[in-house]
Structures are given as C-alpha cells and as structure tokens.
C-alpha cells in the first residue's frame, strides 16, 4: 500500500512539473536590437504596425513634431506621449495604418473616427496642386523665345531694307 501512495506522489509531480513549464515570451529579433539604443536616442521609436491585410510589421519610425511618418503608405500618425509604452528598455507604439492615432490600451475603448484614408487623399491632392503650380519658365524656354525673337527681328529688319 506504501508502494502505491509513492508511485502517486511521484505522478503527481511529474504532473505538477509539466504543467508549471515556461512559456516562451515574445523576443525581437537581432536586427530590430542592434543598434537600440543610438535609434532612442534619435527619437526614434519600436512601431508594431498592422497591415489592412492582418499583417504586422516591425520597424524602428522616427518621431518628429509628435508625428511618425508611414513611407509606405504616405500618411502621418498623431503620437502623445500616453501612447508610447515600454517592453523591456525599448519604447514601442502600436499603429494600424488605417488609424491617425496608435492604440493605446489605456484608450481603447473610444470610439476612432480618424481614418488615415482621407489623409492619403488631401495629401495626394495637395502633391498635384503643387506640380500644375509650378509653371515658371525654364532656362530652355527662355534660350528658345529669345532664338525665335532674334529670327524674327531680324526678318523684319531685313524687309524693311529692301
């Protein structure tokens, strides 16, 4: 009977052990570590981003004027300092790249209307406002009026010598 009662125990702590194993935590890879803390320095932040497509990306933004820029995507995100947390010692954001503002848990339950689509219209249509603006005269326009004005003074000119 001693036998059984130390089998058990002996079970019941193999039982124990395997369900007190370690879940991996998350970890960044070499290439997002290296160099960390030169980048926070230069303000830069650790920018979990979610994709349209429910993809996530990683990447190193900088952040000027409170605002961090999407190349991709050519749009501004608004950033406050109560959105910046911290795992470990880097500063991270979480930012969906179809909101202005990143999520912040402390704020999730309001309701976000800001949509980062009608920024990438008024962008874009600023961008052109700016090239159909632009029409000052070139230095080859200028070099052609002043060849085409000499050919014709001088054929007015020589009409009224002969």
Do not use: C
Not at 41 to 55: E, H, M, P, S
């Amino acid at each position: 009977m001693e036998n059984k009662g130390l089998i058990e125990k002996v079970d019941e702590l193999f039982e124990e052990k395997e369900n007190k194993k370690k879940k991996k935590g998350f970890k960044l890879s070499f290439g997002l570590r290296s160099g960390s803390k030169s980048k926070i320095r230069k303000n830069q932040v650790l920018a979990f981003i979610i994709r349209v497509n429910g993809n996530m990306d990683i990447k190193w933004l900088k952040i000027s004027n409170n605002m961090v820029y999407l190349k991709e995507n050519d749009t501004y995100h608004d950033i406050n300092s109560e959105d910046i947390k911290y795992y470990k010692k880097y500063p991270y954001i979480i930012l969906p790249e179809w909101i202005l503002k990143p999520i912040n848990p402390l704020m999730i339950h309001k309701d976000i209307d800001t949509k980062a689509s009608d920024q990438r219209f008024i962008i874009r249509a600023s961008k052109l406002s700016l090239l159909k603006t632009s029409n000052s005269i070139s230095g080859k326009a200028i070099f052609w009026f002043i060849i085409i004005g000499s050919a014709v003074a001088y054929m007015l000119y020589n009409q009224g010598l002969t």
